[in-house]
Nanobody, 124 residues
Framework: QVQLVESGGGLVQPGGSLRLSCAAS????????MGWYRQAPGKQRSLVAS???????NYADSVKGRFTISRDSAKNTVYLQMNSLKPEDTAVYYC??????????????????WGQGAQVTVSS
């Protein structure tokens, strides 16, 4: 009953910028963490950036200093600002949310949800 919708992907030249958004809707009691992953052709999906409920952030070494993850809690939305983009950043980017809900017995449960993916292409 939770849906994630991504937007903001596209084609950009090296050195350019792009901003991804991921909005969650549905039955959400609280959010433990939000993150962005990416997957290039022939490669494994890997973590790009994450932010926990306290606001602490983590970044992959390859994007540190260039990418910034942020959130709008009121809108259940997470963003990824990407600056100084490189061809190596080309990939499909997926948002992931760890969301707290309740099962039929009223027990708190945690589930991961994925966005549909946004293509980011960095090329001249």
């Amino acid at each position: 009953q939770v849906q994630l919708v991504e937007s903001g992907g596209g084609l950009v030249q090296p050195g350019g910028s792009l901003r991804l958004s991921c909005a969650a809707s549905g039955s959400i009691l609280s959010i433990n963490a939000m993150g962005w992953y990416r997957q290039a052709p022939g490669k494994q999906r890997s973590l790009v950036a994450s932010i926990n409920r306290g606001g602490s952030t983590n970044y992959a070494d390859s994007v540190k200093g260039r990418f910034t993850i942020s959130r709008d809690s009121a809108k259940n939305t997470v963003y990824l600002q990407m600056n100084s983009l490189k061809p190596e950043d080309t990939a499909v980017y997926y948002c992931n949310l760890d969301i707290i809900n309740r099962d039929n017995r009223g027990t708190f449960i945690s589930n991961n949800y994925w966005g549909q993916g946004a293509q980011v292409t960095v090329s001249s």
